[in-house]
């Protein structure tokens, strides 16, 4: 399926871009031009776009607000979250609790705009992914709360916004790393593989329909495939009612993640939530939460975790 996926995206890039001359490649290389392609007709339909818009452009340096809000639901989104859930994998938290945690922050650098629905955008994102296990110490009689993993990521993202349609083009570095606690009780004590440490280039496009946002995307790593299987793929919804005060609000919503490296197993993340705050004051949201998968953070990234529990989330910066 990959050699025939290839061979056509070969051809079409020979055909339709020029700038790409036919050569024999590896998959990751063809999968990069087909996604530079993307990114080279989306960039000319914006500038021939532009022509028909405003004369007066308005640039602004480090601007307030985002164009292209947070996936809420995306396990490696940049954003305060912090749950508390009791998952399948009790190995792997002594038949205990697991706390996801994270802390992080996005921020647009520069703001080029013609209207408030027509605008781009450069910015950068910084966050810190890291786990815990909480469980009972039966010799001790005591409760324990160890640290599992801690993954890094920072980014690099242009965000175009066009009426209710709004796209990320990003590049990214994620590291994984164990915490002292895990290795020292497992007895790890030689260094393991670690596929959770690469660059990926990827985009996501977003369309706002009332209540309702939808989006979906791909993503390509950019490691050596002999490193990191490289291709995957994202999409999924967020629907919110707010109250008539627009103070408060319900939502529900899913995340669905495909990963070539995980063998294309379905990783689902999903919630049912309530809202506190308007949106534009960067609300607190508090949610039921449950995932299905493998799991999304640290080296052990081929093993099987669900986990249903509770969790808070917001967006400060």
């Given at each position: ?152 990521k920072v980014s690099l993202f242009y965000n ?25 009780s497992r007895k790890i004590y030689a260094p ?30 950019l490691r050596p495939p002999k490193e990191r ?89």
């Amino acid at each position: 399926m990959i050699e025939l996926l290839n061979d056509r995206l070969s051809e079409y890039l020979r055909v339709s871009c020029p700038l790409f001359p036919p050569c024999s490649v590896s998959p990751p290389t063809i999968g990069l031009r087909f996604l530079i392609t993307i990114i080279f007709f989306s960039f000319s339909l914006n500038v021939a776009t532009a022509q028909d818009w405003d004369k007066k452009k308005v640039t602004e340096f480090l601007p307030k607000g985002h164009l292209f809000e947070p996936l809420l639901l995306d396990p490696l989104e940049a954003q305060f979250s912090a749950s508390y859930v009791k998952n399948s994998n009790e190995e792997m938290t002594n038949g205990g609790y697991y706390a996801p945690f994270a802390i992080g922050f996005r921020k647009e650098i520069m703001r080029f705009s013609r209207s408030a629905t027509d605008a781009t955008e450069i910015g950068l994102d910084l966050a810190a992914f890291t786990q815990f296990e909480i469980y009972e110490d039966k010799i001790k009689n005591t409760t324990k709360r160890q640290m599992l993993n801690v993954d890094y990521k920072v980014s690099l993202f242009y965000n175009v916004k066009k009426e209710n349609h709004t796209t990320r083009i990003r590049v990214f570095h994620l590291s994984s790393h164990f915490g002292d606690d895990y290795t020292f009780s497992r007895k790890i004590y030689a260094p393991v593989a670690n596929p959770v440490n690469y660059e990926q280039f990827d985009f996501i496009h977003s369309i706002d329909i009332q209540n309702l946002r939808v989006y979906f995307g791909g993503g390509l790593s950019l490691r050596p495939p002999k490193e990191r299987k490289p291709y995957v793929v994202q999409a999924g919804f967020l629907y919110k009612k707010p109250s008539e005060s627009k103070k408060t609000a319900i939502f529900t919503g899913l995340d669905l993640k495909v990963f070539q490296q995980t063998k294309l197993s379905s990783n689902i993340k999903a919630c049912i939530g309530y809202q506190l705050g308007k949106e534009e004051n960067n609300p607190i949201k508090l949610v039921i939460e449950g995932y299905y998968g493998k799991l999304p953070y640290s080296p052990l990234d081929q093993e099987p975790l669900n986990w249903i529990g509770v969790g808070v989330y917001c967006s400060p910066f």
